[in-house]
């Protein structure tokens, strides 16, 4: 193998258990095509092995809250959140994770915060819509 070329990452299936660097390219990989239950299948064994391994915790987050498995995904994140309140994703994750259970209220904060650190548009056009759910008393 030439100096200029990268080894190629192992390929890890669902059910298969893989070292947390690779499960996290994987289960990543899952969730771009959205198979949040594969990359569920890929992230627990990884989490056995390294449970405080941040990376892995958000893209469990991610497949949670795209499984619409709020309250498992309000766990990840809020234990994100508790870690590095500067993380502006898990922040905004959060508010999201929140928002989708209609406690807009607690939804709020997460997203300024998100907003304010990131600066960007989505996570700034998710306040307004929240605020709006918050003056109307939804």
Request: hydrophobic share 40%.
């Amino acid at each position: 193998m030439s100096d200029d070329m990268l080894p190629t990452p192992p390929v890890v299936f669902p059910g298969q258990t893989a070292a947390p660097e690779s499960a996290y390219r994987t289960a990543y990989d899952l969730l771009e095509r959205r198979a949040p239950k594969e990359a569920l299948e890929v992230l627990e064994p990884a989490l056995e092995q390294d449970p405080d391994n941040t990376g892995l915790l958000s893209l469990r987050a991610w497949a949670y809250f795209i499984r619409v498995q709020l309250k498992h995904a309000q766990a990840d994140l809020e234990r994100l959140v508790a870690d590095n309140p500067t993380d502006d994703w898990a922040q905004h994750a959060l508010g999201r994770c929140l928002e989708r259970q209609s406690r807009y209220a607690e939804a709020l904060p997460h997203l300024r915060l998100a907003a304010a650190m990131s600066g960007d548009w989505d996570y700034g056009l998710a306040v307004l819509r929240v605020e709006e759910y918050v003056k109307r008393g939804d």
